[in-house]
């Protein structure tokens, strides 16, 4: 099965300039680039090989909702993945509720959604089994979801940015705990990088790699897509 590699540069780079360069290092089928919103009608432009993604999206369609996007919208720029429920996101105040309205209205505008779940440090260090409870109620409105158009990222917050990516075994069982629950591919994210990305890719129950901080640098994701390319 081919690993998919999803570049999510969150709120960088500032220049459309930047961001232009970026996008030509990292244009390879199997990728999908997530650029800030203000890009992606340029980076649509740029990308031969690619996927094109949103860093987020608003439930309704259109409306009086000042500051959100609508899914057709993205849909008609030519963004096929949106993540949705980012823990960066939570941080700022989206529920449950909230992430899985975004999710279905994803879906129902024809993108696929990449739905994030994962647990804070807290939770880990009680144990597997706590982390179990703790995705499991992240993911209770989905039990049973088959959607082709839905993919879990497996993004424990502790991980994500701090350069301590989870151990691999670990992410797997927690993989295979989430397609218990969704029979959809799930992809591990959180302190990824070229030294690693082999360990986790090498997983079965491990579809791709949800890239922050190392989809910045070209060259290094470049050499992840090697690897993802030859497990
Ligand atoms: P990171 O971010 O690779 O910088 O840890 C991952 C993410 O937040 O998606």
Redesign the pocket.
């Known amino acids: 099965m081919k690993k998919i590699l999803i570049a999510?540069w969150?709120m960088n780079p500032v220049s459309e300039k930047e961001a232009i360069k970026l996008a030509r290092a990292e244009d390879f089928r199997n990728a999908v680039i997530v650029p800030p919103f203000p890009f992606l009608g340029t980076i649509k432009k740029v990308l031969k090989n690619a996927s094109l993604g949103a860093q987020n999206v608003f439930y309704e369609e259109r409306g009086a909702y000042t500051g959100e996007i609508s899914p057709v919208m993205l849909k008609k720029l030519g963004v096929k993945y949106i993540?949705i429920g980012?823990?960066?996101r939570r941080a700022l105040g989206e529920s449950d509720i909230m992430i899985a309205r975004k999710v279905n209205a994803a879906i129902s505008a024809g993108c696929v959604a990449v739905l994030?779940v994962g647990e804070p440090l807290s939770v880990r260090k009680k144990g597997s089994a706590e982390v179990k409870k703790y995705i499991g109620r992240q993911l209770r409105i989905f039990k049973n979801s088959k959607s082709k158009d839905l993919i879990i990222?497996y993004?424990p917050i502790w991980?994500?940015?701090?350069g301590k990516?989870a151990n691999p075994e670990d992410a797997a069982y927690v993989a295979r705990y989430i397609r218990s629950i969704v029979r959809v591919p799930v992809v591990y994210?959180?302190?990824?990088?070229s030294k690693n990305a082999e360990y986790f890719l090498i997983k079965k129950e491990i579809a791709g790699l949800?890239?922050?901080?190392?989809?910045l640098n070209g060259k290094e994701f470049r050499k992840m897509m090697e690897i993802a390319k030859r497990v």
Not at 159 to 162: D, E, P, R, S, W
Not at 189 to 193: A, F, P, V, Y
Not at 210 to 215: D, I, K
């Open positions: 999510n969150k993540i980012h823990s960066e994030c990222a993004e991980a994500i940015g701090t990516n994210g959180g302190s990824t990088n949800l890239v922050g901080g190392a989809s």
